[in-house]
Each structure stands twice: as structure tokens, then as C-alpha cells.
């Protein structure tokens, strides 16, 4: 590369102080693109001055080739280098939250990266992150990278399972981010047995998330590995086969097709099923949807035209974000719930008051709350024609979604058996996801106690991203001698309107809501509060916040509610 041509590519670098930006001087960016050298398919940037990244703090730097690098500091001073995005959608790391340790986490979905050695720690997202080696050589920083690595993308690609499948077998049941999650993690900490990974479904692991905003989406785009992957890693695939019962004493879990697995060690991660609707009228009705798979949102997409008046029952998240990806499409939409508002029973009826407005301004969608469904009403070719509710009104559609809720199935695969199943059929494990006799369970299926979260004894707990993490520490714990609670923080997002609300921890019970900013203006944080302890906090437009507080909580230093102010600025407790 020409001299002109690396002082192009580091003519702009831009140096971010946690959320604050300054541009180093066109003085400083010309020296540095002067001490830049090739080294054959390497290059050797230098990119700052060790001043200019406190302890503690990150930035993020151009190195040329088309990319950024982040360069984080830590406490202790030592200098470690990475890809400057997230590997899940890509968003700048820069603008999320850094420990100053070991974790940088991503503004969007909550996913930590470990700075070290690049490993996603945290889900949303399976791939980690490319890092590079940092020097500093008279006080300056140097940063060396692989070209192909800077130019290929950002996402680290797992490396392939060589060796030849030795004794064992781990059979996982569940086809979600908790059974992906599993299986990479076992190859990941060294398993070198079999691998069988059982799923209901005929498609390959996809990113469920997506359905409730894109009814049509093409399967292709949204799996999180392809079939490449699984013969990469040696994963044998049982596509479109259920687990009818697990044998824990024999060790052998019997499938919907008669074959059976016999194992060394089993992870059920079979999610559950959409909570039914049980009323007069619904069984004898066409145009009654529930959500869950892929098949579910394409039946949606092919039953809605212009003309179409839909009904929702269900005001939280998946209600709510169906109802904005439909109000675009359809002549009504109507939402009924049986709270004061939506969201009310997680977010309190003033955040979800605000977001009732959202959905009545931008999508016009009209609202039925306070009142349970009594029945359902048939018109002409048994087509559904309304929702009675208990109110004594009736909602006129033509069509209907029900969005109250999912059941989980993994109880009964084990009942019998000594394991034990809790009342609504999840599975109780200890801290390590370990529920005994060789039997571990991961994702919504498991009800365990959290050594972080405050308000029962047992938590089951139903985030995408949660449910891959815990995949992936059943993975760790099947292979480890000295396995590891399951003490990760809750993120979970919605997207509606084109704004979107986070919310971190896991409020079971709240006695206060404290606000700094502005709910009407839809730009504040939400601080729940069970006396002076900070059980969880929401956030809408005030990124990185929800990432700031998610570091926070990992490492117990949370401020008190006596602490809060507007304005605080919660990244000076890292």
C-alpha cells in the first residue's frame, strides 16, 4: 500500500470516551499514518497516543482496509483490541458498555464479548468477535491485524470440530437457542463424543425473534447456522422428530419416529408451546392464529390482505409487536388485554400507557383493555366474525391472534421419572442447570434459583438471548468437573414504531417506579425499586443505559434508589 494511500484510509480516526466523541488532530492522524507499515498480509497501525484511552474506557479507531478497530483499556491499564462490532446485527460496540476488565457489552440486545480472547459470554448472537495484538512502543499504540480478518467481517466464524468423534453421547432435545446454544458449547469446551441435536421442527436453528416483525421472512435469512455448520462440528441432526419420553434411569430418550437415543448425557431445551385460548366458539372457527414458529407467521402472512380486520388478544410483548407489524397491512387493528394498559404487569400502566399512544398515533390500532374474552363468534363459512369479551362488548374481526402467553412441555418427558417438574411443567435444576441423573435443561424449559435476582426461590424466565446463554453454560457444565452457576442478567428488547425499549434484571416485585427523563417525550430510563434495591431497569431512546446497568448488576454495584438523580450517569459505578 502507497504512502497517499494509508494516509487516506487514517486521514479521520475517531476517538470515542465511553458515549463521548473527539477527533484527533489532522496533525496526529497524519503522524500516525506515517508510522503505519505493511508486513506482508499483516499491517501494524499506529492509532493513538496511551493518553488518549484512559483506564476503563474504550474507542474506536480506523485502521484502514475498510474497517475500525475498538481498542479498550483496562482498569489496570493494559491495552486489549477487537472488531468494533457486534457479531449479532453489527451495531458499534463503542457506544455500548465496557467493564473494564474483561466485557464489552453491545448497546442494541445486551451481547458480551470477552475482550481477551473475543467468545461471545452473553447471547443474543452465536459468533464472537475477532481481536487483534496491541503494543505500546514509546508511548504510542499499536495495533497489528490480519488484513483478510479486517476485511472478511466482523464476526468471528467458529472453528471446525477435526478430530475424529470419540466415546459418548450427549443427546440435546430442542431445536432453539438453548439447544444451539448446548451444542456449540460442548464443542466449544472440548466434548469430542456424539452429539445428536432432536427438534420438532424440519428447519434448521432460526432466529424466532424475527417472526412477530416480518410475517413473510424467508427461513434462509434468519437461521443462525447452516447445514455447513453442523457437519463442521459433527452435530448428527434429527430434524422434525419429537421426544415423546426420556428413560432418566436407562439413559434413553425415546423419539416420535420409534428410534431411540441412549445417552451419557441429556440437555432438554424444548421451549413450549403457545398458551391456548380456551373459550366457547374458538374450536369451531377458521382464522385463529397463535405465534411461535415459522410455519405459524407464514399461515399470518397468507390470511391477511387490506381488507382484513384483525383482532389481538394479548397486550404484552408478542401481542404488541404483532399488532405494529400488522397495522400497516390491514384495514383494523384491535388489541385486547385484561390490564389497565399494555405492558402493565412488567412495565407499570404509566410505560405502558406511553406505549399505547405509540400503537394508537403510528398504527392507528385500537384498544379493548380491562376485560377478559368471554367467547368467540362465528360468521359466514365458519370464518371467526368477532371477540364477545366479558364486558358484555363485542369486537368485530375477521381474523384472529393470540398472544397470552407459552406453556412449557418439559415436564412431561420426565414425569415419573424422580426428576422433578414444577407446576406449570418446566423443570427445577439447581444454580448449574443440573436437574440430577445426568439430565440438564436450558432456555424456558428450566426453573432454577439465581444467586442475582431477587423475589422467589426459583426463576423460569423467557428471553431469546437468556435462553441461549443458558444453552450454553448446560454445554460448559456437561463437560466440566467443576461446573458453574447460571447467573447471567436478563436483556430483552421490543422493537415497535422503530423505537426500542430495553429492559435489564428481573423485577419480581416492586414497590416504586423512578424515572429520569421524560415518559411523554418517550425518552427516559425506569428504575424498579424494592425499597432501596434496583431490581431492574427500562429504557427507551437512552442507549447505552440499558447496557451500563446490565454490567452493573453481573458485577453487584447497582447504585441504591436513594443514589438516583436525573442524569445520573450510572457508567461512573463501573
Known amino acids: 500500500m502507497?504512502?497517499?494511500?494509508?494516509?487516506?484510509?487514517?486521514?479521520?480516526?475517531?476517538c470515542c470516551r465511553s458515549s463521548t466523541s473527539a477527533l484527533v488532530s489532522p496533525h496526529d492522524a497524519a503522524a500516525a499514518a506515517g508510522r503505519a507499515a505493511e508486513?506482508?498480509?499483516?499491517?501494524?497501525?499506529?492509532?493513538?497516543?496511551?493518553?488518549?484511552?484512559?483506564?476503563?474506557?474504550?474507542?474506536e479507531f480506523n485502521v484502514g482496509e475498510g474497517r475500525n478497530v475498538l481498542v479498550l483499556r483496562t482498569r489496570e491499564g493494559e491495552f486489549r483490541a477487537t472488531g468494533a462490532k457486534c457479531s449479532h446485527y453489527g451495531a458499534p460496540l463503542v457506544k455500548g458498555s465496557y467493564d473494564g476488565r474483561d466485557c464489552v457489552r453491545c448497546p442494541w440486545h445486551g451481547a458480551c464479548f470477552n475482550v481477551r480472547s473475543g467468545d461471545i459470554e452473553e447471547c443474543p448472537g452465536e459468533d464472537g468477535i475477532p481481536t487483534f495484538s496491541v503494543s505500546v512502543e514509546d508511548g504510542r499504540v499499536i495495533v497489528s491485524a490480519?488484513?483478510?480478518?479486517?476485511?472478511?467481517?466482523?464476526?468471528?466464524?467458529?472453528?471446525?470440530?477435526?478430530?475424529?468423534?470419540?466415546?459418548?453421547?450427549?443427546?440435546?432435545v430442542g431445536g432453539g437457542p438453548a439447544g444451539l446454544g448446548a451444542c456449540e458449547s460442548l464443542r466449544q469446551h472440548g466434548y469430542s463424543g456424539r452429539i445428536s441435536l432432536v427438534s420438532a421442527e424440519t428447519t434448521l436453528p432460526y432466529d424466532r425473534t424475527k417472526l412477530s416483525k416480518n410475517f413473510a421472512v424467508d427461513i434462509e435469512s434468519i437461521q443462525l447456522r447452516d447445514d455447513a455448520f453442523f457437519k463442521d462440528q459433527k452435530v448428527d441432526l434429527h430434524l422434525g422428530v419429537t421426544c415423546e419420553s426420556v428413560d432418566v434411569d436407562a439413559h434413553v430418550a425415546s423419539l416420535s419416529d420409534g428410534s431411540k437415543l441412549a445417552y451419557d448425557k441429556i440437555c432438554i431445551a424444548t421451549g413450549g408451546t403457545p398458551r391456548r385460548l380456551d373459550v366457547p366458539g374458538i374450536d369451531r372457527v377458521s382464522g385463529v392464529h397463535y405465534l411461535r414458529t415459522i410455519d405459524d407467521a407464514r399461515a399470518i402472512a397468507e390470511d391477511v390482505s387490506e381488507h382484513t380486520e384483525v383482532a389481538i388478544v394479548g397486550s404484552s410483548f408478542i401481542g404488541m409487536e404483532v399488532a405494529a407489524a400488522l397495522s400497516k397491512k390491514v384495514k383494523t387493528v384491535h388489541v385486547i388485554g385484561t390490564s389497565k394498559e399494555p405492558f402493565a404487569h412488567v412495565l407499570g400502566t404509566e410505560i405502558g400507557a406511553c406505549l399505547r399512544r405509540l400503537h394508537e398515533e403510528k398504527g392507528g390500532v385500537q384498544f379493548h383493555l380491562g376485560s377478559g374474552v368471554a367467547r368467540v363468534t362465528e360468521g359466514e363459512n365458519q370464518r371467526v366474525s368477532g371477540v364477545g369479551l366479558e364486558s358484555g362488548e363485542t369486537v368485530p374481526c375477521d381474523m384472529l391472534v393470540v398472544g397470552i402467553g407459552m406453556v412449557p412441555t418439559a415436564g412431561k418427558l420426565v414425569h415419573g421419572t424422580g426428576i422433578n417438574v414444577a407446576k406449570d411443567n418446566s423443570i427445577v435444576t439447581d444454580a448449574s442447570l443440573y436437574a440430577g441423573n445426568d439430565v440438564y435443561v436450558a432456555g424456558d424449559a428450566a426453573r432454577f434459583p439465581h444467586a442475582k435476582l431477587a423475589g422467589a426461590d426459583t426463576f423460569r424466565i423467557e428471553h431469546w438471548g437468556f435462553a441461549g446463554s443458558a444453552g450454553r453454560t448446560a454445554g460448559y457444565n456437561m463437560t466440566a468437573t467443576s461446573p458453574k452457576p447460571f447467573d447471567l442478567i436478563p436483556f430483552f428488547w421490543t422493537m415497535q414504531y422503530g423505537l426500542s425499549l430495553r429492559y435489564v434484571g428481573h423485577a419480581r416485585r416492586y414497590d416504586d417506579i423512578v424515572f429520569d427523563g421524560s415518559v411523554e417525550e418517550r425518552k427516559f430510563v425506569a428504575y424498579f425499586c424494592d425499597k432501596e434495591e434496583i431490581r431492574a431497569v427500562t429504557t427507551l431512546g437512552r442507549d447505552p443505559v440499558a447496557a451500563v446497568a446490565a454490567n452493573l448488576m453481573k458485577e453487584g454495584k447497582m447504585p441504591k434508589k436513594s443514589d438516583l438523580a436525573p442524569g445520573l450517569d450510572l457508567s461512573k459505578y463501573l
Do not use: Y
Open 39 to 59: 508486513m506482508g498480509k499483516h499491517v501494524r497501525r499506529d492509532v493513538c497516543a496511551v493518553d488518549d484511552v484512559q483506564p476503563g474506557q474504550m474507542a
Open 2 to 14: 502507497s504512502q497517499s494511500r494509508v494516509r487516506s484510509a487514517l486521514g479521520r480516526i475517531l
Open 146 to 172: 490480519d488484513i483478510d480478518v479486517l476485511q472478511r467481517s466482523h464476526k468471528r466464524a467458529p472453528v471446525a470440530f477435526t478430530q475424529q468423534v470419540g466415546g459418548g453421547h450427549v443427546v440435546v
